[in-house]
């Protein structure tokens, strides 16, 4: 048989062939004795296949027994495309007619790795009933329902099944997926079901998250709009969870609804201010009974000149502080925005080193850490220099870098043009250079400040400029290729990509003396709405970077400053739209949302 009829019976068989194809092929057919005889074998292992699946089998059981069927064996001589569409063609059944299987979904968008059948897909590909979904690595997915109803398919899932028993059912074995529910009838709900269990709802917009271990995983629910009802399997208690809501199911842990408070974060209204009850950093701090040798007062963690950076791949703040003859513990904590819970990521080194940068177990002593710290996106990890350090004070001069998938430090060596480092620091990092781009007054009395850049990749210092920064605060304008600095007064930018050298561009702005002249300010470049957005306490500012005009919004709720300076602990959150800041490890996180602009 040619490879042009076995692609057209395959086809058929997958409902690829159009209304005239299909004609042509059952003329063939009928004159074509040979033809005819490779087409009924085919409508035999059909019936085979579906006589298989009537008992109810899985999938992966079901295909088991049918490589083991004579005819599917012998079918396989067609080839691959053959074999190929066989497989499309028999591991699920959901039929419209004797050889046209059900389409019961359809793929929108793809982005990376996307499997069905063990077959990479396309955009436009239909999704039959019974097939199984999988999201390979960092993909992504887009699944349309014929109901209108649509799927975002997050890394690492598996969905078994988009119709399954014929129910408006679908099956994830694991990973997580984001619903708009479309309306549905009283009678025919949509269902989610999971290992742990399932999820029934009546027209709404959810997320769900499922571990693929029935006996030590969880599934959770969260509800963005409508009702949906979570039920445990094996058990059968359940709960309503409403809009703004979420609820975690597991074999020994009883569906309860909880308040969803990070969905109030993403409903804020323009230019408002939001208090998270309950989010003191305090209660993450370690029992001070067990670090008797940990001395000072926690509460420089946050007030003792220290800053923080945002980790945008977990999506959480990290602080890090103290040092000075404030507080002597090196532990690292963040903020989860999505659970709004403060979590300490590490102990603190139980007995500090005295006269020593590096304490015994390799990690850096505590300092205040000022603007010396800075997210370096690529590398997964923080850049901490400069700032004041434990027990009496003095640069930290050694350059540390704190791996977030570790937790783990480490003391980098760089060569090159080494940058003097205290308490004037300025970092921010570039995803343009890969660079972390640092301004300093002065080391020590006899060390001038300047302009530097830090390479990671090869691990070392490059030096521009000779200017001096003091207590301003650095961001990298993306759009524009810019380092811009604010605080103490003065307001000025560098030009870091142009490939000359760097040079200082003094900035004459309006409506934002007040927030200039304050020193450390949160100082911000929001991409999606191209301002530079700062606040030291008070109103909100947003700069104009080109117009080089302020715009100052002044809404209530706004929390009280930080004696010394806000640094690194105001940042803009892209996944909420939002910014976020800590002024105390007794005072609630704050949230802020710019007004949208004009």
């Known amino acids: 048989m040619s490879d042009d009829l076995q692609q057209r019976i395959s086809a058929y068989l997958n409902g690829e062939l159009s209304a005239e194809e299909t004609e042509a092929l059952l003329r063939l057919l009928g004159s074509d004795p040979a033809a005819l005889t490779e087409f009924v074998r085919a409508m035999d292992l059909h019936a085979e296949l579906r006589s298989i699946f009537a008992e109810g089998k899985g999938s992966r059981e079901a295909l088991?027994?049918?490589?083991?069927?004579?005819?599917?064996?012998?079918?396989?001589?067609?080839?691959?495309?053959?074999?190929?569409?066989?497989?499309?063609?028999?591991?699920?059944?959901?039929?419209?007619?004797?050889?046209?299987?059900?389409?019961?979904a359809r793929l929108e968008t793809v982005k990376g790795q996307v499997r069905l059948l063990a077959q990479?897909?396309?955009?436009?590909?239909?999704?039959?009933?019974?097939?199984?979904?999988?999201?390979?690595?960092?993909?992504?997915?887009?699944?349309?329902?014929?109901?209108?109803?649509?799927l975002d398919l997050g890394a690492?899932?598996?969905?078994?099944?988009?119709?399954?028993d014929g129910e408006n059912r679908i099956v994830l074995t694991q990973g997580s997926l984001?619903?708009?529910?479309?309306?549905?009838?009283?009678?025919?709900?949509?269902?989610?079901?999971?290992?742990?269990?399932?999820?029934?709802?009546?027209?709404?917009?959810?997320?769900?998250?499922?571990?693929?271990?029935?006996?030590?995983?969880?599934?959770?629910?969260?509800?963005?709009?409508?009702?949906?009802?979570?039920?445990?399997?094996?058990?059968?208690?359940?709960?309503?969870v409403a809009a703004g809501q979420y609820a975690v199911v597991a074999r020994e842990r009883a569906p309860e609804a909880k308040t969803l408070t990070a969905e109030l974060v993403r409903r804020m209204p323009p230019n408002s201010w939001?208090?998270?009850?309950?989010?003191?950093?305090?209660?993450?701090?370690?029992?001070?009974a067990k670090f008797p040798k940990v001395g000072g007062d926690p509460r420089g963690i946050v007030d003792s000149w220290s800053g923080g950076v945002l980790d945008p791949r977990r999506n959480r703040l990290l602080i890090w502080g103290g040092g000075h003859v404030n507080y002597a513990g090196n532990e690292v904590y963040a903020f989860d925005l999505e659970s709004l819970v403060w979590q300490r990521l590490t102990d603190p080194t139980p007995t500090p080193a005295v006269g020593s940068q590096i304490n015994a177990d390799g990690t850096p002593v505590a300092r205040a850490t000022y603007n010396g710290l800075a997210c370096v996106a690529h590398a997964d990890g923080m850049f901490a220099l400069g700032g004041d350090r434990s027990p009496n004070g003095g640069p930290a001069d050694q350059l540390w870098m704190y791996d977030f998938a570790t937790n783990a430090w480490q003391n980098r060596q760089p060569s090159g043009d080494?940058?003097?480092?205290?308490?004037?620091?300025?970092?921010?990092?570039?995803?343009?250079?890969?660079?972390?781009?640092?301004?300093?007054?002065?080391?020590?009395?006899?060390?001038?400040?300047?302009?530097?850049?830090?390479?990671?990749?090869?691990?070392?210092?490059?030096?521009?400029?000779?200017?001096?920064?003091?207590?301003?605060?650095?961001?990298?304008?993306?759009?524009?290729g810019l380092l811009v600095a604010a605080g103490k007064g003065k307001l000025f930018a560098y030009d870091i990509r142009g490939g000359g050298?760097?040079?200082?561009?003094?900035?004459?702005?309006?409506?934002?003396?007040?927030?200039?002249?304050?020193?450390?300010?949160?100082?911000?470049?929001?991409?999606?709405?191209?301002?530079?957005?700062?606040?030291?306490?008070?109103?909100?500012?947003?700069?104009n970077p080109e117009t080089k005009v302020w715009e100052v919004f002044d809404?209530?709720?706004?929390?009280?400053?930080?004696?010394?300076?806000?640094?690194?602990?105001?940042?803009?959150?892209?996944?909420?739209?939002?910014?976020?800041?800590?002024?105390?490890?007794?005072?609630?996180?704050?949230?802020y949302k710019l007004p949208a602009r004009g």
């Not at 690492?156 to 399954?164: I, L, P, Q, S």
């Not at 939001?274 to 001070?288: F, Y």
């Not at 830090?454 to 304008?477: G, L």
Request: with cysteine; net charge positive; proline share 7%.
């Open 64 to 104: 088991k027994e049918i490589r083991q069927t004579k005819r599917f064996r012998a079918w396989r001589i067609w080839g691959p495309v053959a074999a190929a569409a066989a497989v499309v063609a028999i591991a699920f059944f959901s039929w419209v007619s004797p050889a046209r299987p059900k389409s019961v």
């Open 120 to 150: 990479d897909v396309r955009p436009g590909q239909e999704i039959l009933a019974g097939q199984a979904l999988e999201i390979v690595g960092d993909g992504r997915a887009t699944i349309k329902l014929p109901d209108g109803t649509l």
């Open 156 to 164: 690492g899932t598996t969905v078994e099944d988009f119709a399954r």
């Open 178 to 240: 984001a619903a708009e529910v479309a309306p549905q009838p009283s009678d025919r709900p949509m269902i989610f079901e999971t290992p742990q269990g399932e999820a029934k709802v009546l027209g709404t917009s959810l997320r769900l998250a499922a571990d693929a271990d029935r006996g030590a995983g969880s599934t959770r629910l969260e509800v963005t709009h409508g009702r949906v009802r979570l039920t445990r399997r094996h058990v059968g208690d359940s709960v309503e």
């Open 274 to 288: 939001l208090s998270i009850p309950g989010t003191h950093l305090r209660q993450a701090l370690p029992d001070p």
């Open 418 to 480: 080494r940058p003097p480092t205290w308490v004037g620091c300025a970092a921010a990092y570039d995803p343009g250079t890969r660079r972390v781009w640092w301004g300093e007054s002065r080391g020590s009395a006899s060390t001038n400040g300047g302009l530097y850049s830090y390479d990671y990749d090869a691990d070392r210092w490059t030096k521009h400029a000779a200017d001096s920064f003091y207590y301003q605060t650095a961001t990298v304008d993306t759009r524009r």
């Open 501 to 543: 050298a760097p040079l200082r561009q003094v900035w004459v702005s309006s409506g934002g003396e007040d927030l200039i002249a304050k020193p450390n300010p949160g100082f911000e470049y929001d991409a999606s709405a191209d301002r530079l957005v700062a606040w030291a306490g008070g109103p909100v500012y947003s700069l």
């Open 555 to 591: 809404a209530p709720g706004s929390p009280k400053a930080t004696s010394y300076g806000i640094f690194g602990r105001w940042r803009y959150v892209p996944a909420l739209n939002v910014y976020v800041v800590v002024t105390g490890i007794d005072e609630n996180v704050h949230f």
